[in-house]
């Protein structure tokens, strides 16, 4: 294996071992948990007419003031997911406009557990350079919506897959209502991007209601196999999945993957059609990924019939793989059909 490859699986076990902290919610499997796809995607409500609030900071309004750049909003709304915390009854989500009004919109969601959204951010100002508006949302139990004094991301997941389930169809939801906000302000098309976790909300939103557009950067696309194959040692040993036990998922591992299967095929996105033009989704794979696996990456991208770019890193560097972002970009534009003049003026 090459040196670069060895590095870059390095870095992933040095952040699987800092995922295996992270608390999740106290719960056990319940018996009422919706497992039929279709079922479950009907209760959500992917078609919101409520309005997001908008509000301009005042220290972006002077920054836009002296650099001319686009302009900034802090967008809040109601949300609805398990928990009572405040992160858990509302939407919170930054864009950056494009000064022309017709200007496309890129929703970008972030992985699991960021500290913070520097690489969305980037990634927003990227986009505004090219003639795009981005709008970055925070997912429940996350940033600005995480339970107070703990770690980003405590909470999200549980031993209930029900429960986590239960939040990626929140932040589908989430993102519906963003989507519903750029098109109702006259964006004359829309696009997703998102990376692991952010990977997976993206692609389960293309699965369900059609963009524009779909970057899908190694999301987490079967959570069954990343519980029992990737999640961190000290995640298995916390969930009795060792020597192969199955935990409270069945008597041994054969019978734990039967049931995490079932249980997860709902947010198991190979598992749904996309509502997407399979000809404007790119799935991102990480060739080395030690944290959601490479072929479930790959098996997805088969599934639904899309371009597949390969790049030979693991799950984190692969962010910052030589050419990557500019190709995402240059997509994008492509897919949203971004005029040159508005590259130019933004």
């Known amino acids: 294996m090459p040196v670069a490859a060895r590095l870059s699986r390095a870095v992933d076990r040095g952040v699987l071992w800092r995922l295996g902290m992270i608390g999740m919610a106290e719960a056990g499997p319940g018996p009422g948990d919706a497992t039929e796809p279709a079922a479950f995607w009907a209760a959500a ?51 950056l406009l494009h000064p022309d009004p017709g200007a496309p919109v890129v929703v970008v969601l972030h992985g699991y557990a960021v500290p913070t959204a520097w690489y969305e951010e980037r990634t927003m100002q990227q986009l505004l350079r090219r003639g795009m508006s981005a709008v970055r949302v925070e997912l429940p139990f996350h940033l600005s919506r995480r339970l107070r004094r703990h770690s980003p991301g405590h909470g999200f997941f549980s031993s209930d897959i029900g429960h986590a389930a239960a939040v990626l169809r929140q932040a589908v939801e989430d993102v519906a209502g963003v989507v519903a906000w750029a098109r109702r302000r006259g964006a004359p098309a829309v696009g997703v991007q998102g990376v692991s976790l952010g990977g997976l909300v993206a692609t389960l939103y293309a699965a369900n209601r059609p963009v524009e557009s779909a970057m899908l950067i190694t999301p987490a696309c079967d959570l069954a196999r990343i519980i029992l194959e990737t999640s961190p040692p000290r995640l298995r040993r916390r969930l009795g999945l060792v020597d192969g036990r199955g935990g409270a998922w069945g008597v041994d591992v054969v019978a734990a993957r039967a049931e995490l299967e079932k249980r997860a095929a709902p947010v198991v996105p190979r598992h749904l059609r996309p509502r997407t033009d399979p000809d404007r989704i790119v799935v991102v794979v990480a060739d080395h990924d030690l944290i959601v696996g490479a072929a479930p990456v790959r098996e997805l991208a088969a599934a639904w019939g899309t371009d597949l770019w390969s790049y030979p890193h693991a799950h984190v560097t692969v962010m910052s793989a030589r050419g990557l972002a500019d190709r995402l970009q240059r997509r994008l534009a492509a897919d949203l059909a971004v005029p040159v003049s508005l590259a130019a003026t933004g």
């Open 45 to 95: 409500r992917l078609d919101p007419d409520g309005e997001l609030e908008e509000r301009e900071l005042p220290r972006a309004r002077r920054r836009r003031a002296r650099a001319g750049a686009g302009l900034r909003l802090e967008l809040t709304g109601p949300s609805d997911g398990p928990g009572d915390h405040w992160g858990a009854r509302h939407l919170r989500a930054r864009a």
